[in-house]
Nanobody
Framework: QVQLVESGGGLVQAGGSLRLSCAASGRTASAYAMGWFRQAPGKEREFVAGINWSGGSTYYADSVKDRFTISRDNAKNMLYLQMNSLKPEDTALYYC?????????????????WGQGTQVTVSS
């Protein structure tokens, strides 16, 4: 098991930027694929971005492609999500997830390890 704690959420105006962080502890996080998901009120949790164990491969939901960037620092056991050009529809609770494996994972049921989430609110 790996423990995950997100930070960096907040209130931002449309067009602004935020950087989310996820600190991993427990088992060696470098052996895990990691991802960011989000859940808006009344909606299901959805995939935002994923990264493989080494950080060499990434994948994004179409809704955030070219605006968000996922990255990781295995030496620090950290995962990041740089969010630019934020829109009101990006408002959600953002979750960090991790699962043992080498490839990128995109489904919620593929992950067993989740953080508590950090709120992102984008005002128009």
């Amino acid at each position: 098991q790996v423990q995950l704690v997100e930070s960096g959420g907040g209130l931002v105006q449309a067009g602004g930027s935020l950087r989310l962080s996820c600190a991993a502890s427990g088992r060696t996080a470098s052996a895990y694929a990691m991802g960011w998901f989000r859940q808006a009120p009344g909606k299901e949790r959805e995939f935002v971005a994923g990264i493989n164990w080494s950080g060499g491969s990434t994948y994004y939901a179409d809704s955030v492609k070219d605006r968000f960037t996922i990255s990781r620092d295995n030496a620090k056991n950290m995962l990041y999500l740089q969010m630019n050009s934020l829109k009101p529809e990006d408002t959600a609770l953002y979750y960090c997830a991790a699962e043992r494996g080498l490839r990128i994972l995109v489904r919620t049921d593929e992950y067993d390890n989740w953080g508590q989430g950090t709120q992102v609110t984008v005002s128009s």
